[in-house]
């Protein structure tokens, strides 16, 4: 496939003023991620539009502050630097834990051929922090079913294999099935969870689908039902082994802001279902390696850094395809500095780099021409690398067994004591 155009990224400020002779609004949906383009200029994902768009609620310093007293920790670094930005009700979440009610996590991978990219791995790595924070179960659906009633080249065999690979990725992160219960759909549907979707599915109307996801005369049935299934894990009695026939235990759900269609439609029938509504906390996309107006993407290889890929790959697509904010001679570096709102290597340290301080350094480094783009391409290769190569040890070590311990419903979990009134 082609590699991905390099793009200029503008800030909303600079377009103050500009005449504009053609704009089309940015595209987010479950299924594609487009920044706007005004003038023939694509511009980075607008966040603000997306809350104003979906009308969720910005996590402020005052939830920071509210989640930091309530819990006894200081926010993850995807929290305090506003990746993880927007919320449904997340205070409903922290009263809870004040209390000593129970809630679970539910998060879930759509799974592909092939390994995962570092965007992928961004909500399980806070869902890990946060089931460490807050010590309760989490449930992860992989949706083998929707990739197979998306992707008519696919056969239904193909997608579940490519969901057991995805629970070795999943588990390599640090995750354990004591805690963990990861489920395919194709595996898992059944029992009290296809009863919750035949419940689910009397609730949503063709009208109510078509307007939350756009669906056409030419969409199979298969796509409009699939909802039902992804709404389901949002309500506690669709897993029995772990809450009992419990409905009054809420989940707190960490996703890319592209899902949030989902969970309004799952919000909207939890109440005649008499179900509890979820929480949602929504994640911004890490951008793909040619700018900010889209996010990375399996299917094109330059677009993105795998979970698989070696050191020297690493290093020859940030050095190739890494969008830069800097200029293109040191003589304007000097003078006029780079741009770290627009660099990608530098986006990526801000989303794997804990250290506040080094990445202030970095910006203000950057800024002042003080550091090269070569030299911000570096630390980004080193970050990644490390990661990356520590990852891949411990996926190594994930056996056939582990796989199956995370998958089997009934395996000894110590929240089975929440099932009990």
């Known amino acids: 496939m082609a590699d991905v155009p390099a793009v200029v990224a503008v800030p909303v400020a600079e377009l103050e003023g500009l005449v504009v002779q053609d704009a089309v609004e940015q595209n987010v949906t479950p299924w594609t991620v487009e920044g706007a383009?005004?003038?023939g200029v694509k511009q980075a994902i607008d966040y603000d539009r997306l809350i104003e768009q979906f009308g969720t609620r910005r996590i402020d310093e005052e939830m920071l502050e509210r989640f930091t007293r309530v819990t006894g920790h200081a926010?993850?670094?995807?929290?305090r630097r506003g990746i993880f930005f927007s919320h449904r009700d997340l205070g409903a979440i922290l009263d809870r834990h004040e209390q000593g009610k129970p809630f679970y996590l539910y998060t879930g991978r759509g799974p592909s051929r092939g390994h995962m990219h570092i965007g992928h791995m961004l909500p399980f790595l806070f869902c890990k922090w946060l089931q460490d924070v807050f010590d309760v179960p989490l449930v992860v659906q992989?949706?083998?079913?929707?990739?197979f009633l998306y992707k008519p080249d696919l056969k239904a065999e193909q997608t579940y294999e490519y969901s057991l690979a995805?629970?070795?990725?999943?588990?390599a992160i640090g995750f354990k099935p004591e805690k963990t219960f990861i489920f395919s759909d194709m595996g898992y549907m059944g029992g009290a969870f296809y009863l919750n979707v035949l419940k689910i599915s009397r609730s949503i109307t063709y009208s109510m689908a078509r307007s939350s996801f756009g669906y056409t005369d030419s969409d199979h049935i298969g796509k409009i039902h699939f909802p039902c299934i992804q709404i389901a894990p949002a309500f506690s009695s669709t897993f029995p082994s772990i809450f009992g026939n419990r409905t009054d235990i809420p989940c707190l759900i960490p996703c890319g802001i592209d899902q949030d269609p989902y969970f309004r439609l799952t919000r909207d029938v939890a109440k005649p279902l008499k179900f509890k509504k979820p929480s949602l906390i929504h994640g911004q996309f890490l951008p793909a390696l040619q700018g900010g107006t889209t996010k990375m993407s399996?299917?094109?290889d330059s677009s993105a850094i795998f979970m698989d890929d070696s050191p020297n790959t690493i290093k020859n697509k940030i050095?190739?395809?890494a969008f830069s904010g800097g200029p293109t001679s040191l003589e304007e570096l000097r003078e006029f500095g780079s741009n770290p709102d627009i660099d990608i290597p530098y986006k990526y340290l801000t989303y794997f780099v804990d250290d506040d301080q080094e990445i202030a350094d970095l910006a203000v480094s950057y800024r002042k021409g003080e550091i090269t783009s070569g030299e911000m391409k570096k630390r980004c290769?080193?970050?990644l690398q490390d990661f990356i190569g520590s990852f891949q040890e411990r996926e190594r070590a994930i056996t056939d067994d582990d796989v199956k311990n995370f998958m089997n419903p009934d395996y000894p979990r110590p929240f089975a004591c929440l099932a009990k009134k």
């Open 142 to 147: 992989l949706t083998d079913d929707e990739k």
């Open 75 to 79: 926010p993850h670094l995807l929290l």
């Open 298 to 300: 399996s299917s094109i």
């Open 166 to 171: 995805t629970v070795r990725e999943i588990a």
């Open 381 to 383: 290769i080193e970050v």
């Open 37 to 39: 383009e005004v003038n």
């Open 319 to 321: 050095n190739k395809h």
